[in-house]
């Protein structure tokens, strides 16, 4: 049997590949394609359809299963640490998820929210009191999560330069199994090291306080990796996409100025038109299913192709258009399920801090290269820009 | 009367009801879970909201009844 190889190079920044629309608006919605991996996978690829199986126990999330859904030919290289959630199916995903959803949710998000602030601030200061054009993704998308994050979990700064190599190392499609294993096996070490101190001399974070409720350090470890991970780029990538597009858009951005709390349901439209991670909601059935009138038989890899599903005609009006003010969240591009992102409340406010931030501080700021010139990640997992080129006007 | 129910054992905190409605919604400091503030919509705009909250939560916690 064969079966056409995936696509992934968009038609244009926040249109999916022709290949997954086509696919999505066939008759069943559900085709099968051939993953770099050689994997046969069937292909999801409308809102329902993905929503459906994740919220099915039967499809499983386990990272480690030899047919769950790979991009690479070699096995994936997180097998060195215990199952993070991520990976986990229940029952012990949700006893492990709720030893930590705490740390997340919108009431502790909004308390971060003045160090964050602050956080910004200090990075356009910086870019300001640097050369133009600056390069946005140096001096604002990639350092404000990460240190973000780092703060939370109690990882000191200085050693934040160590993670955002490693991390980008690892979602490039470009490294090989052994750079991506070397990454792995280095951050690993770090936060071994980090968390043993920790038992030693207990602190007053977020790894300090999974320490403290008597988690295994082994299983803290697994967190903290995830969370390093699932967090940084992500965002990143969402912060300059953003940008991008509102600056693109001078008239929206003129209205969102005037009333902050038209950023929230923008970041929404942003996050639905992009779906940066467009296949991280991918599963492995473990026992057969029907869904849409196909029979997936356990066993079978399941890509969910989630950009096509988050620009759905059947869920979305005008699904192709990007309206800032629509404000749907019942996209997935935070996933669904018991899995849906645990980060997602930090993600939309570092991204309104930023938002709201930069375009009050820096009227005059633009792209210093046309949006169309720019370089599109179409060749890593998480969907991005490598560089933004902006430049401003002198202060009056 | 339409009422919300929340299984807190199906919760996993995502917290998209509390974003929805931060004045029928909020989440355990503890855990994350879901509390109802206020089960039964006070009106129109308040019922369009817990459908909405009902729809988008990824864990299929929340209903309403009748
Ligand atoms: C715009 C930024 C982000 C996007 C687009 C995003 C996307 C996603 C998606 C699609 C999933 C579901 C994966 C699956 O179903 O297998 C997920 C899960 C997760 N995300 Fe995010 N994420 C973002 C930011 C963050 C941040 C800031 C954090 C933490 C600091 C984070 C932590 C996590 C964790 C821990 C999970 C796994 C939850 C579980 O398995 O129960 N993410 N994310
Ligand atoms: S949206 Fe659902 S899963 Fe999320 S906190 Fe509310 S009830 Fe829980």
């Not at chain 1, 991996?37 to 919220?55: D, F, K, N, P, V």
């Not at chain 1, 001078?250 to 929230?264: C, F, G, K, S, W």
């Not at chain 2, 855990?31 to 369009?48: C, F, H």
Request: hydrophobic share 40%.
């Amino acid at each position: 049997m064969t079966a056409p190889a995936l696509q992934t190079t968009r038609q244009c920044p926040y249109a999916p590949p022709e290949e997954h629309t086509r696919i999505r608006d066939t008759d069943s919605g559900i085709s099968q394609v051939t993953l770099p991996s050689g994997q046969i996978a069937w292909a999801l690829s409308r809102l329902e359809h993905i929503r459906a199986m994740l919220t099915d126990p039967r499809f499983s999330s386990d990272r480690r299963d030899p047919n769950f859904p790979r991009f690479t030919r070699e096995q994936p290289s997180f097998d060195i640490m215990r199952r993070s959630i991520i990976q986990m199916d229940p029952p012990e995903h949700g006893p492990a998820r709720k030893a930590v959803v705490g740390e997340f949710t919108v009431r502790r998000m909004a308390g971060l929210r003045p160090r964050i602030q602050e956080i910004v601030d200090e990075h356009i200061d910086a870019m300001l009191a640097g050369p133009r054009p600056a390069d946005l993704v140096q001096a604002l998308s990639l350092p404000v999560p990460s240190l973000v994050i780092c703060e939370q979990l109690g990882v000191p700064y200085h050693d934040h330069d160590f993670f955002q190599v490693r991390s980008s190392a690892l979602l490039s499609r470009a490294t090989t199994a052994e750079g991506r294993r070397q990454s792995v096996t280095e951050l690993r070490d770090y936060l071994k090291d980090l968390i043993a101190k920790k038992a030693a001399e207990p602190t007053d974070d977020l790894l300090g306080r999974q320490l403290a409720q008597g988690n295994d350090p082994e299983d803290v470890l697994s967190l903290a990796f995830l969370l390093l991970i699932a967090g940084h780029e992500t965002t990143a990538n969402m912060i300059s996409l953003g940008v991008v597009t509102l600056l693109e858009r001078p008239e929206e951005l003129a209205a969102l100025r005037e009333d902050p709390a038209r950023t929230l349901p923008a970041i929404e439209e942003l996050l639905r038109v992009y779906t940066i991670a467009e296949f991280a909601n991918s599963r492995v059935a473990v026992e057969d299913v029907e869904i849409g009138g196909v029979t997936i038989r356990a066993g079978d890899p399941v890509l969910a192709m989630s950009n096509a599903a988050n620009h759905d005609p059947l869920a979305f009006d005008d699904a192709d258009e990007i309206k800032l003010d629509r404000g749907a969240r019942n996209h997935v591009a935070f996933g669904f399920g018991i899995h849906q992102c645990l980060g997602q409340n930090l993600a939309r406010m570092e991204l309104q801090i930023v938002f709201d931030t930069l375009f009050r501080r820096i009227p005059s700021l633009r792209l210093a290269t046309p949006a169309d010139k720019l370089a599109y990640k179409d060749d890593v997992l998480i969907y991005g820009i490598h560089e933004v080129p902006v430049t401003w006007d002198d202060p009056a | 009367m339409t009422a919300i129910v929340a299984d807190v054992g199906r919760c996993v905190g995502a917290g998209q009801c509390v974003l929805t409605d931060p004045d029928a919604f909020d989440q355990s400091e503890e855990d994350g879970t879901v509390i109802v503030l206020q089960d039964s919509p006070s009106d129109n705009e308040a019922l369009k909201r817990a459908q909405v909250a009902v729809d988008i939560c990824p864990s299929r916690a929340l209903s309403l009844t009748q």
